[in-house]
């Protein structure tokens, strides 16, 4: 019994939920340049990010990062798959969805790239105006 109490005393135990570089990804509510935008921002702030959906937001997922990657912008840290039980209703039994969570990191031109897309709206902008 003390062995037992000794590693639960001794379990790290960290909360996911209040990462400040993750995306939790939905295929309604959002459009999916919001999400590319979004992460693209993130990278900025924190030097990567860490997208997550579920179920059949896992394509849209798997698309923002390929975005990122075709575009020079992140590069893939660390993919990591599961299963979670949910439950529709409150007295509803569980069911089983699928979880996908991509890390992708600042490319080594990421700053370079980022610098030249904002010096190409600025002089869009003036154009316009």
Excluded: C, W
Aim: zero cysteines.
């Amino acid at each position: 019994m003390e062995g037992i109490t000794e590693a639960v005393n001794n379990l790290n135990i960290t909360d996911s939920s209040n990462k400040k570089n993750r995306i939790q990804v939905s295929n309604t509510k959002k459009p999916l340049f919001f999400y590319v935008n979004l992460a693209k921002r993130y990278m900025q702030q924190h030097n990567d990010v860490e997208l997550s959906a579920l179920g059949m937001a896992i394509a849209t997922v798997v698309t923002i990062a390929e975005i990122l990657k075709n575009n020079g912008l992140a590069v893939e840290k660390k993919i990591m798959t599961s299963t979670v039980d949910m439950r529709e209703d409150a007295g509803g039994r569980p069911i089983q969805k699928a979880k996908i969570e991509i890390l992708l990191g600042k490319s080594e031109k990421f700053d370079e790239l980022m610098a030249a897309a904002q010096e190409e709206a600025a002089l869009e902008y003036e154009e316009q105006n």
